[in-house]
Structure formats: structure tokens, C-alpha cells
């Protein structure tokens, strides 16, 4: 199936964002993606998703991709804002309950919100995304706050590059990092919001408020982990899974930070089981 490309502006902000339809008596599943890319690297996920008669619906993050990349003056950049953002998007598709999917540093504002409003998540599923105090920003995507060393990388397509194969640990071809890097070339702008991404990251304060809903959430949850991260550690997440019956672990043993590239046949198989699962 193809994946459609949509936008849709709520209030001042422009959305962009990929969908598949299918008929189904499932709810739909929501894919927020991390940095720095945008929502093609659901692209696997979403068509398989689709063949197991799911529809899916992945946003491009404000500030990335080819939604909107207001100045700081106009959005804040921090989990807030865009939890308040995301809040209005859902609101404005009609979205009454879903299946949340969430990977990577700014995708964790998705637990954020799930935890805010489980009322409308059906049940959530986390790849690889920083859950507990220990997780720090690579030094790879740190440096990119620096003021003019940042300036200057954020303006440099290849770092998509670089940050996503070392991040995933495998190639990727040719033809689909041109599409993860593309509004890097289309728009100076970009570089400027990811710049603000870091920058208003507030990770410490993030992740403490993870670990402590992901502690007491009653909505079912699956940690998929891709073990071989070289940026978030396992044993850490692992515990805090250990703490709450609602929760499930699984490992991906040579994933890495971002399975959803590679490992997207493994990934739906994993999450359509999960969604079937009764609940008890």
C-alpha cells in the first residue's frame, strides 16, 4: 500500500505528515519519530502495518522535516509546547483513542503525552528512546547547541547522514538518505530548529517524569529494544520495566538506536502481536 503525504494546519503551525488508510475495526497507530530525521523513517513500519489492516499516521515533528519551522518566538521548542502542539494535531484529525509508537531523543515527548492523557492510548510502544536519568545526548547531537560550531553543523546535510548510520550502525542506501536529508536542503530554517530542538530538550526533567508515570501507567506498554545502542543504555530501561506488570520488554539483539530503519519486519511483527494481546 502506499504511504500517502498530508498537511494540515492547526492554529499557526503547519503539519506535515504520512498516512495509510485501511478498513479496519482497529484504532489507528500514531509514529513520532526522533532527531534528527522526520516521518519517512516510519516508511517500513507504516506499509507493513498496513498489509496487517492498521492504519498509521506519522507527524513530522514541528521544526522537522517538512512540517512547519516557526522562530523561537513563535514556538518555544521545549516538551511543552510541543505536547500542547501534538494535543491540537490529535484533536484536529479526530483522533478519540490510538495506538502510540514512539523511538528517539524528542520522540520521548510522545510518552510525555501519553502519560498526560491516557484516556486516549489505547496501548504504547517505545523503541529505543531515552526513558531514565542516565540517558544523556550523544555527543553527536549535543554539539549541535554550540553556538557557531552548531550554526555550522546543523547547516550540513551530511550530518543526517552521519548521525543516522552511526546511530543504526548499518548503511542506509543512497536513495533513502536523500529523502532524510532533503528539507536540509531545501531550507536553511531547518538547521535552525534543531538547533532549538537540543537546545530546549530539558532531557533531565523529560526523563524523570518517564520514569515515574512509566512506573505507575496502567495502559499496556512494550519496551522494543534495540540492545546494541551505542546511546542509551539497556540495563537501565530494563529495570524500570521490571517495576510495572503493564509493561513488556523485548530485545532486539542487533538493533541499534534506530530500528525502525533495518529491523521494520520485526518491529510490526512484534507490535501487531501486541496489539492483538488481550488484556486481562
Known amino acids: 500500500m502506499a504511504v500517502q503525504e498530508c498537511q494540515i494546519e492547526v492554529g499557526k503551525l503547519q503539519w506535515f505528515y504520512r498516512q495509510t488508510e485501511v478498513e479496519s475495526d482497529k484504532p489507528p ?3 513520532l519519530h526522533g532527531v ?3 516521518s519517512y523513517t516510519w516508511r517500513g513500519v507504516m506499509t507493513n502495518l498496513a498489509e496487517k489492516r492498521i492504519s498509521s499516521i506519522a507527524p513530522d515533528w514541528i521544526g522537522c ?4 519551522k516557526p522562530g523561537k518566538r513563535d514556538f518555544a521548542y521545549t516538551p511543552d509546547a510541543y505536547i500542547t502542539a501534538l494535543t491540537d494535531l490529535i484533536a484536529a484529525l479526530e483522533l478519540d483513542k490510538f495506538y502510540l509508537v514512539v523511538q528517539g531523543f524528542l520522540g520521548s515527548v510522545g510518552i510525555q503525552y501519553a502519560l498526560r492523557n491516557p484516556d486516549k492510548i489505547t496501548k ?3 523503541l529505543n528512546t531515552p526513558l531514565t536519568n542516565d540517558a544523556k545526548l550523544p555527543w553527536k547531537m549535543k554539539q549541535w547547541s554550540i553556538p557557531i560550531v552548531g550554526d555550522m553543523l546543523t547547516q550540513d546535510p551530511l550530518q543526517i547522514d552521519k548521525t ?5 550502525g548499518f548503511i542506509i542506501k543512497d536513495g533513502e538518505l536523500a529523502i532524510h536529508r532533503k528539507p536540509f ?3 536553511s530554517a531547518v538547521g535552525r530548529s534543531l538547533m532549538a530542538i537540543i537546545k530546549g530538550m530539558q532531557l533531565s ?3 524523570t517524569e518517564i520514569t515515574q508515570g512509566l512506573k505507575e501507567a496502567t495502559f499496556p506498554t512494550l519496551i522494543l529494544w534495540g540492545e546494541a545502542d551505542p546511546w542509551l543504555d539497556t540495563s537501565e530501561v530494563e529495570t524500570l520495566a521490571k517495576t510495572n506488570s503493564a509493561i513488556d520488554f523485548t530485545k532486539l539483539p542487533e538493533a541499534k538506536h534506530y530500528p525502525q530503519e533495518h529491523w521494520s519486519q520485526e518491529i510490526t511483527g512484534e507490535i501487531t502481536d501486541f496489539f492483538r494481546r488481550q488484556v486481562l
Open 29 to 31: 497507530a500514531i509514529l
Open 36 to 38: 534528527p530525521t522526520h
Open 65 to 68: 522535516g517538512f512540517s512547519g
Open 124 to 126: 504504547l510502544v517505545i
Open 164 to 168: 543516522l548510520e552511526g546511530g543504526s
Open 185 to 187: 536542503l531545501e531550507t
Open 205 to 207: 526533567q523529560s526523563t
